[in-house]
């Protein structure tokens, strides 16, 4: 018999935690979760390789969502490079993303993009407070430089990651 369960307040707070500890492990300590959860982000990113890959063909094409904007030059650096970009890094993640410095540049890259995207949404967004109403404000210059800036961010997260692997 244990006699750890004979004493009048049961177990004592130590053993409590340590067999908590024991017992309970974290989902992502496990190698098989982590596998299998990186495996699933592996599938996802390839199926948005393929989509964004379609839409920014599909953009330079000048049919579907471009049919109209085909002739300019400008829309498919607003529209078309931005899909391309992102099919590039999904699928460099999909094919390369069971290596762990490749997942450390992709998430660098992923936090650059969202941090200068959502930066510049936000300033071109909130720009008709700040500038003349006769230039191209608002939620329409947010909605075409916003990409422009996620691709930038991308960019310069995962050359920070690469330059910090190096220094290292």
């Known amino acids: 018999m244990d006699r750890r369960y004979d004493s009048p307040g049961g177990l004592d707070d130590s053993t409590k935690r340590s067999e908590f500890r024991r017992w309970k492990p974290t989902p992502w300590g496990d190698s098989?979760?982590?596998e299998r959860a990186l495996a699933w982000l592996r599938w996802l990113a390839t199926a948005g390789a393929i989509l964004a890959a379609w839409v920014a063909i599909d953009s330079?094409?000048?049919?579907?969502?471009?049919?109209?904007?085909?002739?300019?030059?400008?829309?498919?650096?607003?529209w078309g490079l931005p899909f391309a970009v992102a099919a590039v890094f999904l699928g460099w993640f999909a094919l390369r993303g069971g290596r762990a410095d490749v997942r450390d540049q992709a998430k660098h890259g992923c936090l650059g993009s969202v941090l200068l995207g959502s930066a510049v949404f936000l300033?071109?967004?909130?720009s008709p407070l700040l500038v003349r109403r006769d230039t191209?404000?608002?939620?329409?210059?947010?909605?075409?430089?916003a990409p422009l800036g996620a691709v930038l961010g991308l960019l310069i997260?995962?050359?920070?990651a690469r330059a910090r692997r190096h220094h290292r």
Not at 136 to 145: E, I, N, P
């Open 136 to 145: 191209l404000t608002g939620a329409a210059a947010a909605l075409l430089y």
């Open 123 to 126: 300033l071109y967004f909130a």
């Open 60 to 78: 330079s094409m000048g049919s579907g969502l471009a049919s109209e904007a085909a002739d300019d030059p400008e829309f498919f650096l607003f």
């Open 32 to 34: 098989r979760v982590r």
């Open 157 to 160: 997260g995962i050359a920070v």
